[in-house]
Nanobody, 125 residues
Framework: SGAVGRVWGGLVQAGGSLRLSCAAS????????MAWFRQAPGKEREVLAA????????RYADSAKGRFTISRDNAKSTVYLQMNFLKPEDTAVYYC??????????????????WGTGTQVTVSS
């Protein structure tokens, strides 16, 4: 069976950068839309970005535009989230997700077939 793997987060100072990686296994990665979400304490899960099969089509939530970049390497079955100019309010648990139906449904969350293991990202001020 398929799985979307561990997301490696970390601790970073405000203004710094961090790249998250999420590797999939057991699925035909190239036919899945991929997305990144996060959830801060006491808040609802929030979509950040999504990417199409080839990596050309991308969509971003307003909170991610200009600072975050989603990309994928189909040869490595891995999706990335490059996060720059991090702020304390970016502190959250970050998740990747995969789905085949549509990018829109994946970004809503109801189209996600697989969720990665969340990881804590902490941005210190």
């Amino acid at each position: 069976s398929g799985a979307v793997g561990r997301v490696w987060g970390g601790l970073v100072q405000a203004g710094g950068s961090l790249r998250l990686s999420c590797a999939a296994s057991g699925i035909t990665f190239g036919v899945y839309y991929m997305a990144w979400f996060r959830q801060a304490p006491g808040k609802e899960r929030e979509v950040l970005a999504a990417i199409g099969w080839s990596g050309i089509l991308t969509r971003y939530a307003d909170s991610a535009k200009g600072r975050f970049t989603i990309s994928r390497d189909n040869a490595k079955s891995t999706v990335y989230l490059q996060m720059n100019f991090l702020k304390p309010e970016d502190t959250a648990v970050y998740y990747c997700a995969a789905g085949r139906l549509s990018m829109s449904s994946l970004m809503r969350g109801d189209g996600a077939e697989y969720w990665g293991t969340g990881t804590q990202v902490t941005v210190s001020s």
